[in-house]
C-alpha cells in the first residue's frame, strides 16, 4: 500500500496546498486537482511529473509562467528557465522536513485518512512556524512563485 503526495509551496517554502492520491495513479491527476486551487503566482515551478500540453496550456490562462522540467519522451522539447528551476529545493525541503517526523516517514498508519491528517497537521506547524519568522507588519506581498511536488509515502 502506498500514496501519493501532491504538494504547493510559496516561494518562501510554507505549504499552502496538499492532495493524495494512490501511489500506482499518474502525477497529472493530481496536477489538475490542484490546478483549481493553485493561489496567484507569476511562476509555477515543478517536475516533469507535471510536464503535460494541457497543464501548461491551463496555468497560462490562469497568468502563470510554467516552469516544468521536459520528460525525456517529449518530442518536442519546451524552453523553460533552468537557473528558476533550481529554486525547487525548498519543496524539497519541506517534504524532507515532514518526513523528519517519524510518523510519517514509516507511514505508522493504516488507513489512507488519518494518515493525510497527520500530514496535515504537521504542515500546519510548519506554516505556523515559519509565519512566526516573517515580516511582523503582516505585508504579504504577492507571491512571486508557486512549487508543486510529488512524492510517494510506501507502507513497509
Not at 130 to 153: C, K, Y
Request: proline share 5%; aromatic share 8%.
Amino acid at each position: 500500500m502506498n500514496t501519493k503526495l501532491h504538494a504547493v509551496a510559496d516561494a518562501k517554502g510554507g505549504p499552502l496546498s496538499l492532495f493524495r492520491t494512490a501511489g500506482q495513479v499518474s502525477d497529472y491527476n493530481g496536477a489538475a486537482a490542484l490546478l483549481a486551487e493553485l493561489p496567484e503566482a507569476q511562476w509555477m515551478l515543478g517536475d516533469h511529473g507535471y510536464d503535460e500540453e494541457w497543464c501548461r496550456y491551463a496555468l497560462q490562462a490562469k497568468g502563470v509562467t510554467p516552469c516544468i522540467s521536459v520528460r525525456k519522451s517529449r518530442i518536442m522539447p519546451v524552453k523553460y528557465d533552468k537557473r528558476r528551476y533550481r529554486s525547487r529545493s525548498c519543496i524539497k525541503i519541506i517534504c524532507g522536513r515532514l518526513k523528519d517526523l517519524r510518523r510519517i516517514a514509516s507511514r505508522y498508519d493504516r488507513c489512507p485518512t488519518v494518515f493525510f491528517s497527520a500530514i496535515a497537521l504537521a504542515a500546519t506547524v510548519i506554516l505556523d512556524l515559519q509565519s512566526m519568522t516573517r515580516d511582523p507588519s503582516g505585508n504579504q506581498p504577492r507571491r512571486r512563485s508557486v512549487l508543486v511536488h510529488t512524492w510517494i509515502a510506501d507502507r513497509p
